[in-house]
C-alpha cells in the first residue's frame, strides 16, 4: 500500500469521518509511516474519538479495509493506554489534517 495514497484518502475524507464517527484526530502510524511497509503489512490508523458505540467504530475499521484491500489495525488514542506504544503513535505518526 502507498503511504500517500492513504494519507490522500484520509484527508478527502475526514470531514465525512468525523460526522459519521465522531471523529476529531487520525494519525498514520506504524511501517506504512516510517515508509517500511512491506506488501503484506497492515495499515496501522491511530483515532480520536468521542463515540463509544463499538459497533460503529468497528464499521469505520472495515470501511477502511473495503477502501484499501488491506487490513486495518485501528487503536483507539486515550489518556490511559500503553505509555510506550502511545509515545511511539505520536513520535512516529503522521497528523491526517
Known amino acids: 500500500m502507498d503511504k500517500e495514497k492513504v494519507l490522500d ?5 475526514k ?10 484526530s487520525l ?5 506504512l509511516a ?7 503489512s497492515d495499515i496501522d490508523i491511530a483515532i480520536e474519538t468521542k ?5 460503529k467504530l468497528y464499521d ?4 477502511l479495509e473495503k477502501q484499501f484491500q488491506s487490513k486495518v489495525d ?4 486515550r489518556e490511559k493506554m500503553n505509555p510506550r506504544l502511545k509515545s511511539r503513535i505520536l513520535n512516529e505518526g503522521i497528523y491526517v489534517r
Open 15 to 24: 470531514e465525512v469521518f468525523s460526522t459519521k464517527y465522531q471523529i476529531s
Open 27 to 31: 494519525v498514520l502510524f506504524g511501517s
Open 60 to 63: 469505520f475499521k472495515e470501511e
Open 34 to 40: 516510517r515508509g517500511e511497509a512491506r506488501d503484506d
Open 74 to 77: 485501528m487503536i483507539r488514542l
Open 51 to 55: 463515540l463509544s458505540d463499538y459497533f
Open 9 to 13: 484518502f484520509l484527508k478527502e475524507n
